[in-house]
């Protein structure tokens, strides 16, 4: 109620000026004020007068005036759109201003005062300095410092910022290891092709064939053992029979 109101042995009329149970301002009111009764709750006769895109809170004395933005449409800076509608401030990252219609591939974002369309990369491959393989997430993804969406040439590269630079001694190392492998798979297949092959020639029961397949299987696993693996990935492999 208003704190300049006094009780009148007569009738009469007063504009009173209603608040919510916020005391945000709701209307005005021609009220008929019966001798010696008061005015109704949440009113006061202290006249309500906001500018416009305002409105007033009764703060129990005087009128205090915000903006009003109940109503306003608003846009984040993703281009989501969205209507205010309780009384406060707009929200620190609210736009104002439309956006526009983004196209195939892209989406919306609202930086340095303006609306930029920027390629959706959602679900793409980015790497780490290390060259680990990661997934983007969203399309307002940043990638961050010191990633790449440029692939590795090799698993023992190093994202220099520019550049992907190889580790050659751990590479080197890794083809020397891929070659030893390779050499011991090689010389498995010879000595189980052998074996048979030697058991017929010793039990002198060996075809032409087979006495001529056995020579060319231990030529074979002779050529084998004197492959240099160091060479690799340059290795000269010998022709298997």
Request: a negative charge.
């Amino acid at each position: 109620m208003s704190t300049n109101f006094e009780f009148s042995p007569v009738p009469r009329w007063v504009w009173v000026y209603n608040f919510d149970e916020n005391n945000v301002f709701t209307g005005t009111l021609n009220f008929y004020v019966a001798p010696h009764t008061g005015l109704p709750a949440q009113c006061t006769t202290v006249k309500c007068s906001p500018k416009s895109g305002q409105v007033g809170v009764w703060d129990g004395t005087r009128w205090q005036y915000v903006d009003d933005f109940r109503g306003s449409v608003y846009w984040d800076t993703h281009g989501r759109e969205y209507v205010m509608m309780e009384l406060a401030p707009l929200p620190a990252d609210a736009v104002t201003v439309a956006p526009p219609d983004a196209t195939p591939g892209n989406v919306l974002l609202f930086s340095n005062g303006a609306w930029q369309q920027i390629e959706d990369r959602t679900g793409q491959t980015y790497y780490t300095a290390d060259g680990h393989a990661q997934t983007v997430p969203d399309a307002y993804f940043v990638l961050p410092e010191g990633c790449t969406v440029t692939p590795p040439n090799t698993a023992f590269d190093h994202w220099d910022g520019k550049q992907w630079v190889t580790d050659e001694d751990q590479l080197h190392t890794a083809q020397v290891a891929t070659a030893k492998d390779e050499l011991a798979q090689r010389m498995s297949d010879a000595t189980a092709a052998i074996a048979p092959l030697q058991d017929a020639d010793e039990l002198q029961s060996a075809s032409e064939a087979e006495a001529a397949a056995l020579i060319a299987w231990k030529k074979y696993r002779l050529e084998l053992s004197r492959v240099d693996i160091n060479t690799a990935p340059n290795v000269v492999w010998p022709e298997r029979p």
